[in-house]
Nanobody, 124 residues
Framework: QVKLVESGGGLVQAGDSLRLSCVAS????????MGWFRQAPGKEREFVSA????????YYADSVKGRFTISRDNTKNTVYLQMNSLKPEDAAVYYC?????????????????WGQGTQVAVSS
């Protein structure tokens, strides 16, 4: 059974940093591209960032480029999202997802497995 478990969310002030983690089990982690998505109340779930199987390629939404960094440790079956200079508009539930597809990593429908999400709140 595949399981993705996110952690690291919380309430921070604008300008602060958070690091989200997602631990995967039940899959061959290094054969999955991993992504982070987020969903704010009343909005669609949107792409945030993605990373290739071994971490050689990364992708970011324009809204987070330069502030967020995705990384992975295949020895720990874990993907991270370092979020710096947080803004109130970054507040959302953040979801980790995994896909065996070789492309389309910015698209929600590409992903085969999803975590339950972790809440990020940013006060101004």
């Amino acid at each position: 059974q595949v399981k993705l478990v996110e952690s690291g969310g919380g309430l921070v002030q604008a300008g602060d940093s958070l690091r989200l983690s997602c631990v995967a089990s039940g899959l061959a982690f290094d054969t999955y591209a991993m992504g982070w998505f987020r969903q704010a109340p009343g909005k669609e779930r949107e792409f945030v960032s993605a990373i290739s199987y071994r971490g050689g390629s990364t992708y970011y939404a324009d809204s987070v480029k330069g502030r967020f960094t995705i990384s992975r440790d295949n020895t720990k079956n874990t993907v991270y999202l370092q979020m710096n200079s947080l803004k109130p508009e970054d507040a959302a539930v953040y979801y980790c997802a995994g896909t065996w597809s070789s492309n389309g990593w910015t698209e929600r429908g590409t992903y085969n497995y999803w975590g339950q999400g972790t809440q990020v709140a940013v006060s101004s």
